[in-house]
Structure formats: C-alpha cells, structure tokens
C-alpha cells in the first residue's frame, strides 16, 4: 500500500479537566501543531500531581487533534486504512465526525481502516487521547500523537498492511535462503518479489516461498548489512501495489551450551534497558532523534538495548536496523496484577492478543529484534493468580506469530509479597541447596520461555546453571556498580547470554532512583521528592551525554586505556556517600571551586592500570593501587591543573587532565552533524576568554530561535525547575542542550542571554 506521511498541520487543544470533549474544534481556539507531538511535556511540573514522583510530577489531561485529508476519487473508492505508530492513551479515532475506532494502549501501534467512510475530496479525522486516569505508570508516559501517523491507501489487489512476512532460513557466508509469505486484500492478484542488495542490484527475485541469495552479506550489529524486498501486486496484466522492506540475512539460536549465536557466532550482548522518552522532548520519537540516541548508544559500548517495558517507536527499530544495534521488543510491565491503579492491568485480559499481535506483526521483519519479551518483572511470575499459565499462553502466542526468535519475560525476587520477599532472600543464601524457594516457585513460569530474564539476581546464576542446565539466562537489568561483576559472570557461563543495566539512557520518572546523599542515611531503593523528576541512574544522561558509570563501563566491556578523572566537590569531603541501589557517586568533572583552596578534596580515577599518579600543577601529590578498575585518592584543593598519570608495571598507559578555568566570558552555541531528518541538536556553552567550559557556571539562560521551530531546551540536572518547552533554563555544569525543528532552508539565528552574557549566532543547518 501506498504510505503518506500526515504530521502536518494538525489542530491540537489540550485541556487538563474538560466538562465536555468537542468532536470538532474550533480554529480560534486551537493551535497548530506537528507530528510527533506530546502534549504533557509542556505542563508545569506539579508536586500535587497524581502522577507523583514515578512519572515526574507531569500532570495528565486529554488531547484532541484534528485534521483534514484530501483524497482522490481513486483513493477514495479503494482500501483506506490510518496507521498510528503510538499514541497515549484510550485513544478514540472519528471520521468525518463519526467513530470509527478505539483504542486502549498507550505504546502499541495500530490501524484503523477507514476503507467506505471516505470520500473523495477533504475528510476530517479527529483523534482524542487521554493520560488523565492518574497514577497510570512507573515512569514518564508522555501523551498525544507523540510517533508517526501515516494514511495507507491501494485499489485491491493489494499488499495488506503488515501483510509481508520475511525471515532467513539459513545464513551462511556465500549463501543464504530467505522465506517471504505475503497477505493480500481482494482476489485475483499474483505476488512477486525482487531482492535488492546494498548497491540496489537484484540479486534474487520469485514468488512466495524461497529465494536463494548468492554472495550473501549477513546482518549483524557491527556490520548491518541490508537488503530491499520489492513486493509487486499484479492484476490484469499491471502492476497494482508496490511495497518495500527492508530485510537483514540473519538467523538466530540460543542454547545452554553455546548461548545466543547470530549467524552461527556466539554474540554476548553489552546490554542497556532504554525507556521511551527523548529527555527534553518529552516521549517524541522521529527517525533522526533516535538514529542520534542509537550513534551515542554504540558509540559507549552497546550492542544491544531492551525496550522497557513497552514496544518502541518504528523509527527506534529502523535505526537499530540501519546503524547496528539487537533488541528485545518488550510488551508489557503488567498482566492482569497491576502495579499502578491505572496501568495496563485495567484492560490487558481484553487486549492482550491484540497488544501482541500489533508489536509482533509491526516488527517481525526488523532484523535488529532478536528476543521477543513478553513481560517485566510480572507479579504472577510465582505462579500466582494462574501465572504460569499465562506465561504459556503468550509465549505461545507469540511463536504462533513469529517462531524466528526465542522469547524472554524479566523475572526477579519477590518483593511484592513480605513473607514471600523475606523467602526469596535467604534463598539467595542457599547455593547448592538444591531447589529453594524461588527456584520452585518461579519454575512453571519460566519453562515456557526459551530465554529466562533475570532482574537483579546476579547471585543466582551459577546456581541456577547448575540446578537448570538447559536453562538459558540473560541479565535483563543490573546494578551499575555491579557492572564488572555481572559481565564477569556472562564471560563466565555460556548460558548467559549478556547483561542489559538499568539504565542505558537517563529517563523522566522514576524521580532519583539513582540518587545519593551526603551526610545522612537512605534506603537501598524508591524514588525521591520534588523537585527531583530525572530517574539519575543513566550510563548517558538525558542531553546524550556519557556519565561516570559510562566510563568506568568503558573499561569493563573494550578494554579502554585512557584513564578517566573525577572529583567531589570539596564540600562534601569527610561526608559519608549514601548511594541508592541504582546510583553511582556524585562525580564532577571539574577543577573549579573558588573559596575551597587548602580544603581536602576526593579524586577518582578509573584506570586499566595499576597504579595511578596524581600530578597538581606539575607536582606529583599522591599515588594509587587500582583495583576493579578505580582508585579513589584524597589531596588538597589548588586551582590549576590537575592530571592523573595511569601506568601498568611502571609503564605509562595514559594521562588525562582537569583545569581551573576563568570565569564564564561568553555563550557558545554550536550544532552537532546532521542525523538526518527536521530536528538538530545545539549545544550551549559558557566559556571563559580560552573557550574552555566553565563548569560553575549555573545562570539561568533565555533563548530566542529565528529560522527553525524552538523544540526544547534541557539540561541534565535531575532536580532542575526547567520545562523544557518554555525557552529558559538554568545551565547545567555550563552547558544546555537546544533541540530546534527545521523544516526549511535558510540559516538559523539564536539569540542567547544570561548571567550577564549575551550571544547572536547565524548557524547554516544543512
């Protein structure tokens, strides 16, 4: 079918508590707006907010959006169909002012067929949505039209809307054998397909069934080598639908003693849990934002991300395709027990086929998706409330949609339950006990899947190898301080097949569960208060920018050389550090701190070494041993530079520095590299007289955009004031990050102000 993007130009009234929903609205009311769009991002965070601290103190509210679509006589008098790639939540869809279908899903995509209630000419859909039933998460959910719309059209015969199914047989160097099975709608049509390699040459083409494929290339995530499937629909002697799809010659297999092999190689996955917010932008997915979040992703050291707890936007899953990246495509973080009141347990009893159906039928050509999941950290994962029966009937289901890749579920302790909680822990005690309380409970569910998640239960690997030996066992979220130990433990047993941190990308919601405290006690786990509204528990923060847990990764996972250095700040030294279960020290990477000269400060040093050296000024002022990686040293705090010196058996490995810089003299604005597409990202600098970052600086900075749509303006400060729509925010460590919409050409102008600086650049975006 023929696909027309219509993200533009919607009319959009958003209303926090309205007596009565509109089914038309009125151009002097609304406003205009594009696609993707998430209404919630633009509330004022309220501390009042029934959405509380898991999903950031957002408010809810509803959303109407209204546009009309002009269509031919010949697309009117074909099939129809709108396709939402995602749209939160309880959404109801009107045609020409009629209902024409609902939906409850806030992350599932799904199509609407419109095929006899249009007509030729201009046609009016409107489409409301709701986040008002609050609490409704444990995270940000965004709102809105937040991905992509589309309107499919095609005279019959033609391909159905998710109707081409593409999998590899066999992949081998030199060869490969791939299988295409095609729905058409109507009767009559003959199908046929052309197989294109990387240069657009054809290099097989048939009919449905097999094609075999010569001089084969075969996807994998550090060469994702694709392929275009060309799909043509004949009748009566023409051509009557064209469909492309992309396709990656790739097989998959798992087992316990060989573990998860891609194309006969064992693969270990440097995993990292990925929520579905851009930060800034609020849940707004588009193919250039998420092809920069996946460039980052790698660029840290991951090869694979899981999607949590919900299925991910179309434009996430193509950038995985393109730039190399495997995924879990995860469906659910609740079944029929709900862990909020207003989450998807309401309606999943209902929905859970069609929830499935949808994930499995959108995604099952992307060759990036290598493990369906059907669930998160399930509270029927004990076998309560018929748990393992219901853990077969979706594992079961998916395979009916797509036996190409094994199936997962996320299991850990169990904590829902006091007495069940105080079992599970001292089972963890009884290795080599043989089969404790969790092992029992917790086995009926787990036999139905080919890959059993593990959440935060490093301790039972071993054991549960040796107690399931046909088991295999994937570490679907970590501590991050435990990140040494549990890749350890996946080198270690070739059951294991990688380890996925929670998290890869700082998140909204879940405010502080990453956090630490100075001078005072706090427990291992929760959530913090407002203003906090960042989870703060990110290997990459909410700008795209690598935190320290990052770099220490970066020596457990590549094998890095250049040493890492970091400090607290003076303040807090003597001060005990109290870290969640899910935080990391508060690390800066700064050598300013006027007022603190002659105080006793700490310094960090990741290293490959084993021996660090601290040079101040010149001067060596202390020496360490580096174990697991890190060193922590105490000296005295004087401006100037500080540089730490790695070395292994006395020879130097590497040295980095840190520098007092000069006050902040001026705003630098400049763009990273295009990713294609409308939206750029700017950064935002204060800089001294040398163009150095001056970390103290922490004004608040006002921005006026000329030349391209303003889109947000952010910083990484989990505990910031900022709304990220509003054009003003207080600089974090120095810097922002100004994500602006262009959609034509022409220079874009920025206007900067604050702290006393101001700054007017001319920027030529291609």
């Known amino acids: 079918m023929k696909r027309r993007s219509i993200n533009e130009q919607w009319l959009f009234l958003a209303d926090r508590a309205p007596q009565w929903v509109s089914r038309r609205l009125d151009e002097q009311q609304a406003q205009c707006v594009d696609l993707p769009h998430d209404f919630r991002i633009a509330f004022d965070r309220d501390p009042k907010s029934m959405g509380d601290q898991a999903e950031g103190w957002y408010p809810g509210g509803f959303g109407q959006y209204q546009k009309t679509v002009t269509l031919t006589r010949e697309e009117a008098e074909g099939t129809v169909f709108l396709s939402i790639d995602g749209a939160y939540r309880l959404s109801e869809v009107r045609v020409n002012r009629q209902l024409v279908a609902q939906h409850k899903g806030g992350y599932s995509p799904f199509l609407v067929e419109l095929t006899d209630r249009v007509h030729e000419g201009e046609n009016l859909i409107h489409i409301t949505t709701s986040c008002a039933m609050l609490p409704a998460s444990r995270w940000y959910t965004g709102a809105g039209l937040y991905r992509g719309v589309e309107l499919l059209t095609a005279s019959q015969p033609c391909v ?11 992949a081998r160097a030199g060869r490969a054998v791939l299988c295409v099975h095609t729905e058409c709608l109507g009767k009559g049509g003959s199908v046929t397909h052309e197989l294109l390699d990387p ?62 092999c891609v194309n006969g190689e064992t693969v270990k ?40 707890h919900n299925p991910p936007s179309t434009a996430l899953l193509d950038a995985c395709d393109e730039l190399g990246l495997y995924v879990m495509d995860e469906a659910f973080d609740a079944w029929r027990e709900g862990k909020r009141p ?9 929905e859970w086929r069609e929830e499935l159906t949808a994930m499995v039928m959108r995604d099952r050509n992307h060759p990036s998706v290598i493990l369906w999941s059907t669930g998160n950290e399930i509270y029927e994962r004990s076998g309560a409330s018929d748990g393992a029966a219901w853990s077969h009937r979706l594992a079961d289901f998916v395979r009916g949609l797509d036996g190409t890749r094994p199936v997962t579920n996320a299991l850990c302790n169990f904590f829902e339950d006091s007495d069940m909680a105080e079992l599970a822990l001292n089972s963890a005690k009884s290795v080599g006990e043989g089969k404790d309380f969790w092992a029992v409970r917790s086995e009926d569910f787990a036999s139905a899947l080919d890959v059993v998640g593990y959440n935060y239960l490093l301790e039972r690997y071993e054991k549960d190898g040796a107690l399931f030996p046909q088991r295999v066992m994937c570490g679907t979220e970590s501590f991050p301080m435990q990140a040494k130990e549990n890749w350890e433990a996946v080198l270690r047993n070739s059951q294991i097949i990688g380890d996925f941190v929670w998290t890869a990308w700082d998140y909204l919601g879940e405010s502080g569960l990453g956090r630490s405290a100075f001078g005072a006690q706090q427990a291992q786990g929760g959530t913090a208060g407002f203003p906090w509204h960042i989870a703060n528990c990110g290997d990459i923060d909410i700008c795209g920018d690598k935190r320290p847990q990052s770099h220490y990764r970066d020596f457990v996972w590549s094998g890095r050389v250049q040493p890492y250095l970091s400090v607290q700040h003076p303040a807090h030294f003597g001060q005990k550090e109290t870290l969640s279960a899910w935080g990391w020290a508060d690390l800066m990477e700064s050598w300013n701190f006027s007022g603190c000269e002659g105080q006793p400060i700490r310094v960090t040093v990741y290293s490959a070494g084993d021996e660090v050296e601290l040079l101040l000024n010149g001067r060596s002022v202390a020496h360490g041993d580096v174990k697991d990686y890190r060193t922590e040293l105490e000296i005295v705090y004087r401006p100037g530079k500080l540089t730490a010196v790695s070395r292994k058996a006395g020879e130097e490995l590497g040295r980095t520095s840190l520098c007092t810089t000069g006050p902040a003299q001026a705003l630098r604005v400049t ?28 004004s608040r900075v006002r921005v006026q955009v000329q030349g391209a749509e303003f889109a947000a303006l952010g910083g990484a400060d989990p505990r910031s004031d900022t709304n990220y729509t509003r054009g003003e925010a207080v600089a974090d460590r120095g810097r922002l990050l100004l994500v602006v919409r262009k959609k034509e050409e022409g220079p874009v102008r920025v206007c900067c102000e604050g702290g006393g600086l101001c700054a007017r650049t001319e920027l030529a975006l291609d």
């Open 342 to 350: 207003y989450d998807e347990h309401l309606f999943f009893e209902d």
């Open 269 to 308: 996955l440097r995993g990292g849990c990925v929520h579905h917010d851009n930060g800034p932008l609020g849940a707004v997915s588009a193919p250039e934002i998420e092809r920069r979040r996946v460039t980052r992703l790698k660029e840290a050291g991951f090869n694979a991300i899981r999607c949590a």
């Open 160 to 170: 159905a809307p998710h109707g081409i199914y593409v999998w590899t047989k066999e």
């Open 671 to 698: 763009a990273e590299s295009s990713y294609g597409g409308e939206y750029r990202f700017l950064h935002i600098e204060a800089v001294d007289a040398q163009g150095r970052v001056a970390p103290d600086f922490t």
């Open 199 to 260: 240069e657009g040459e054809i290099v097989a083409c048939g009919g449905d069934g097999e094609l075999i494929v010569p001089d084969a290339r075969l996807w994998t995530a550090e060469q994702p080598w694709l392929y275009t499937l060309v799909t043509r629909v004949s009748f009566e002697g023409s051509v009557r639908d064209e469909v492309r799809t992309r396709v990656g010659l790739r097989v998959i297999a798992v087992d316990a003693r060989h573990g998860l």
